[in-house]
């Protein structure tokens, strides 16, 4: 089994926590994805998308897709749960991962994509418009999900899960996409604090 | 338990579907999207998010995000299994169902309410040129998903799972978005009307 790797780029990271949380060693291929290499190469013979993570089973089988992937090692190796435990702890990590991924990840990621001017030749064409409208989208979420977290210890309840992962790599990827987490949301600063703390978090 | 379902919308769709294939039956409670009834009342008070479906429990508890509610109803009645069986399985259903939601769903989603003159007041601010590039997205997509559609029956494998309900209902969703599958993906055009074909697709 062998995966590759995109270094800083934020789903490779996912990957990487989830597994460092798991305590599982997967031997890593690092990609230059500075340099376009999944553009070509290893990368697009197993991935048509062109997109990094990709995992590689012994027998050649090819898994692409960061959650994907998780959820084959949390399917492996249940211990801890991080996709929640019984029916209704499943449903709410799947709700607030989702809602993290498309409330506050993707938009901060178009904001990125579209906007900086070392994406011009990764995201064809750039809308600038696009990149700004989704500022104050990323932020509105941010409020709504400080009410929450002064409920809980995480995102999806009281145990650590992939959707606390996403909210890491969200809020971290918000500084190359130049948004600032506003002072008064003391929970989620909270929270960012307690997971970049985490020795998964430089993974 | 009940279902706050959104009629005609593309989501609510999603749930239906998946119950149906379960058969399973959920008393509903209808909510008029086009009266924009889920901004506020019930639905607000249930979803900060504001958006459709929205199931609630007996005990009160809500859950929100189509596949969260269909992933509730995966654990509670296994069979037939429609998120996959196995690691591998499993793993496989996940990607081709985030697969086709963000490379075909989303850019048709995008096309819709960015361009459609009736989503005006939906998505404030409309960008139409998001909308633009976004249908190509969706094409270029459909291409390299029916050169896998030419080696399998559905999307994910051998099963029908939650990944094909996700591509029904978005290539359905082309037709208001204003984008035509072309006459030359077969497997594609196949594929959909299988699934069109099936009784779960009219619930």
């Known amino acids: 089994m062998k995966l590759y790797d995109g270094g800083r780029a934020p789903n490779p990271r996912r990957v990487r926590i989830f597994l460092a949380e798991k305590g599982i060693s997967v ?12 553009r070509g190469g290893a990368v697009a013979e197993r991935n048509p998308l062109r997109r990094l ?9 090819v ?10 090692f949390e399917e492996l190796h249940p211990e801890p749960a991080l996709f929640g435990r019984g029916a209704l702890g499943k449903a709410q990590v799947e709700m607030w991962q989702r809602r993290i991924e498309f409330n506050l990840y993707l938009p901060v990621s178009y904001a990125f994509r579209h906007i900086h001017p070392a994406m011009k030749e990764w995201e064809i064409p750039q809308v600038p418009e696009w990149g700004e409208v989704n ?8 409020v709504l999900l400080d009410a929450e977290l002064a ?37 989620v600063i909270r929270w960012h604090r307690a997971l970049a703390a985490r020795p998964s978090a430089s993974a």
Do not use: Q, W
């Not at 690092?30 to 999944?38: K, L, N, R, S």
């Not at 145990?159 to 506003?182: N, Y």
């Open 151 to 187: 409920l809980r210890e995480f995102a999806a309840g009281d145990e650590f899960s992939i959707a606390d992962i996403t909210g890491l790599v969200a809020i971290d990827f918000m500084k190359p996409a130049r948004i600032t987490v506003p002072d008064e949301l003391t929970n």
């Open 27 to 38: 031997p890593l291929v690092p990609v230059d994805m500075g340099a376009m290499e999944h």
């Open 135 to 142: 500022k104050p989208k990323a932020l509105d979420f941010l």
């Open 53 to 61: 993570p990709v995992l590689e089973l012994d027998d050649g089988t």
């Open 63 to 72: 898994l692409c897709e960061s959650v994907a992937i998780c959820r084959y």
